[in-house]
């Protein structure tokens, strides 16, 4: 339901804003980057793994529009 996704999406984000407090040096350059620039396709953002590799997890409402941005993002990367 919209109220158990709403829900997820807030412990999804309080759960990375704890981490960034108990170590604000998780959160890299790349990953400020791509909350900015993806921030509208996604509803909750966290990042898992134990340092120096990993992954983000977006939680979204429209998986299309986020991989077609991701991707957009990847070009621009690609090109520099």
Request: charged share 20%.
């Amino acid at each position: 339901s919209l109220d158990d996704a709403v829900a997820t999406a807030l412990l999804i984000n309080q759960s990375w804003e704890l981490k960034k407090s108990l170590d604000p040096s998780i959160e890299t350059n790349t990953m400020q980057y791509l909350h900015k620039e993806l921030e509208n396709y996604f509803n909750a953002m966290n990042a898992t793994g134990i340092g120096g590799g990993g992954c983000i997890l977006f939680f979204t409402d429209q998986p299309r529009e986020l991989i077609e941005r991701i991707s957009h993002l990847l070009k621009v990367v690609d090109n520099r």
